[in-house]
């Protein structure tokens, strides 16, 4: 079985950084994509960054030029660091992994547990 599993959620006041971290544990033949997405009361979860295995990394355009995702795939794990963050900013982070656990197996997505991410104005 794989699992995701996340770190550095807390709370910070508005202007402060965070640094996310998410390491996939379990049989895992490749990672595709890593990623991180985001949730907040009474609202969809929304795509924050991506890092493909191949290609250049996307973000949402209310992070861009202040989050960084980074990541190693033959180490499974990816980050996230915030700087200047925003009340707006508040919300569940879940990390997810699109990967193959085998050189037979077709792709699929994996969620972590989500970590809370609170800023304060």
């Known amino acids: 079985q794989v699992q995701l599993v996340e770190s550095g959620g807390g709370l910070v006041q508005a202007g402060g950084s965070l640094r996310l971290s998410c390491s996939a544990s379990?049989?895992?033949?490749?990672?595709?994509?890593m990623g991180w997405y985001r949730q907040a009361p009474g609202k969809q979860r929304e795509l924050v960054a991506i890092?493909?295995?191949?290609?250049?990394?996307n973000y949402a355009a209310s992070v861009k030029g202040r989050f960084t995702i980074s990541g190693e795939s033959d180490k499974k794990t990816v980050y996230l660091a915030m700087n200047s963050l925003k009340p707006e900013d508040t919300a569940v982070y879940y990390c997810n992994m699109k990967l193959r656990r085998n050189a037979f197996s077709t792709q699929s997505d994996y969620w972590g547990q989500g970590t809370q991410v609170t800023v304060s104005s």
């Open positions: 890092l493909p295995s191949s290609g250049s990394t």
């Open positions: 379990g049989s895992i033949f490749r990672i595709n994509v």
